[in-house]
Structures are given as structure tokens and as C-alpha cells.
């Protein structure tokens, strides 16, 4: 008999909530069965909630995540996933590097204004009224 986990374990074991799982389970990603109310996940849903996880680390949405889920149940091989999971992550890859690249320039900016903030702070100070 394969081990089977309850939404609180696998809630306790990858640190998300109960309500995670349940929105998890609604969108397709994992699919467990019921013993009247209780949910009971299969080490299938438990390989497949670690993938998910890893993937919305990653940035991939959730319907990206369940399309190359999609592939994978539907595929004879895996070389259609990986080639699919290969271009979604280059195209993440490219979205990070721009946002990688407008960060700097926004900090460039910041830092430069910061410096003329400085500078009129330090000039304004040395200053002295007019008197009359």
C-alpha cells in the first residue's frame, strides 16, 4: 500500500495553508480522493504540490504549471514537456533579466536625485539670511 498524506501533513511539510491546497486542488494540480470529508493525497499529489511550488518560486503561473502538468499525463515520452518547460523558462529567464536590467536603472535614478537632494540640503544649510 502506497503512503497517503492528509491536507495538514502536506500543509506542515511544504510550510503553505490548508486553503492553498484546497485552491491547489480546485485549479487541477493535485487530485485527491475522499474518505468522506477528509482529503487523502497520494504521493502522486504530494510529487506534484513540490513541483508546483517550485515552479511558482520559479514565476510560472498556475495554469502554467498545470499545462506542463497537462503535457506530462498526456505525453508517451518526455521530451515534449521538456522542450515546452524549456521555453517557458527561457522566456522567464528573459522577463527577469529586463527586470533585472529596469532595476538598475530605477536605482541609478534614485541614487542620483538622492545626491541632488543631499546636495541642495548641504548648500541650503550654508546659507545665510539676508538681514537688512
Known amino acids: 500500500m502506497s503512503k497517503t498524506y ?25 487530485t485527491p480522493t475522499r474518505d468522506g470529508i477528509n482529503r487523502i493525497f497520494s504521493h502522486r499529489d504530494r510529487v506534484r ?23 506530462y499525463d498526456l505525453a508517451h515520452d518526455d521530451r515534449r514537456q521538456l522542450e515546452e518547460f524549456a521555453v517557458k ?3 522567464r529567464r528573459a522577463q527577469l533579466e529586463q527586470q533585472r536590467e ?17 546636495r541642495l540640503l548641504t548648500e541650503s544649510g550654508r546659507e545665510k539670511p539676508v538681514t537688512t
Not at 515552479?55 to 503535457?71: A, P, T
Open 49 to 71: 504540490l513540490k513541483l508546483a511550488l517550485r515552479g511558482k518560486r520559479l514565476g510560472f503561473s498556475l495554469n502554467e504549471i498545470r499545462e506542463l502538468f497537462q503535457l
Open 6 to 30: 492528509t491536507i495538514s501533513d502536506l500543509a506542515r511539510e511544504f510550510d503553505v495553508t490548508t486553503r492553498t491546497l484546497r485552491h491547489y486542488e480546485d485549479q487541477g494540480l493535485v
Open 102 to 118: 529596469d532595476v538598475e536603472i530605477m536605482l541609478n535614478e534614485i541614487n542620483f536625485f538622492a545626491g541632488q537632494c543631499q
Open 89 to 91: 523558462l527561457e522566456r
